[in-house]
């Protein structure tokens, strides 16, 4: 997996908790990005950082936010996780220049009850 | 065994046969795309890729075409094998800045090989 690690790779929670999710690369890509996946939509972008501190929205970031304090780190949190937050959580990364090629982590799955 | 569109989500294929996967992608303006493949339980694992100004790539038994005369793109496995059942994701690189490398992914294509 291109050396990401993603943790938890799974987790319970109930509605109404906070839950942060935890991305590590020892690739030092520049690019980082998170995407959910559920069946029927495909992967979905939540949310993508261009560099430390610098992040923007996808096209489904509403009840999500993002922080990238360190290169290797990019964390998503829900900050009060609803049940149609349940799914498959992918982060990814890319270099910049060039090819955007975008190499998946493991995945979490995560069940809001 | 081939598959057509957007809307035939699974491909049963023999093995030994040749694969022909197929998406249909929306913005002509895209100048990058990716073929994933992405098997049960795991994230999805890079194939092979292809810019806009080229029509064939190759690579170790696979093939990616591209038309963008009707925004089309295929993926050909040759030799199908157990291995190759997962499911396939085309991706196109939709950003309309040079700096900008979000990508957007098609729903998929869920490849079964028969023995």
């Known amino acids: 997996d291109a050396g990401i690690t993603q943790s938890p790779r799974h987790k319970v929670t109930e509605t109404g908790t906070p839950v942060t999710l935890r991305c590590h690369q020892t690739?030092?890509?520049?690019?980082m990005y998170w995407y959910r996946q559920d069946p029927g939509h495909g992967l979905r972008l939540i949310h993508y950082?261009?560099?430390?501190?610098?992040?923007d929205k996808g096209e489904v970031s509403d009840g999500y936010s993002v922080s990238r304090s360190k290169t290797e780190d990019f964390l998503l949190t829900l900050e009060s996780a609803t049940s149609s937050q349940t799914s498959v959580y992918f982060c990814?990364?890319?270099?910049?220049?060039?090819?955007?090629?975008?190499?998946f982590g493991p995945g979490t799955r995560l069940l809001v009850l | 065994g081939e598959s057509v569109g957007l809307h035939l989500p699974t491909l049963s294929v023999q093995e030994g046969d040749n694969s022909i996967i197929n998406c249909a992608y929306s913005?002509?303006?895209?100048?990058?795309f990716i073929w994933y493949k992405q098997e049960s339980g795991k994230g999805p694992q890079f194939i092979i890729d292809?810019?806009?100004?080229?029509d064939k790539r190759q690579g170790q038994r696979v093939t990616v075409l591209l038309n963008k005369t009707v925004k089309h793109l295929s993926l050909q496995i040759a030799a199908t094998q157990p291995g190759d059942s997962a499911v396939y994701f085309c991706?196109?690189?939709?950003?309309?800045?040079?700096?900008?490398?979000?990508?957007?992914f098609g729903a998929g294509t869920t490849v079964t090989v028969r023995a």
């Open positions: 690739e030092n890509h520049r690019y």
């Open positions: 991706a196109e690189n939709m950003s309309k800045r040079s700096n900008d490398y979000k990508l957007s």
């Open positions: 950082s261009y560099g430390v501190k610098d992040t």
């Open positions: 913005n002509s303006a895209s100048d990058y």
């Open positions: 292809i810019r806009s100004n080229m």
């Open positions: 990814a990364i890319s270099e910049v220049g060039g090819r955007q090629t975008q190499y």
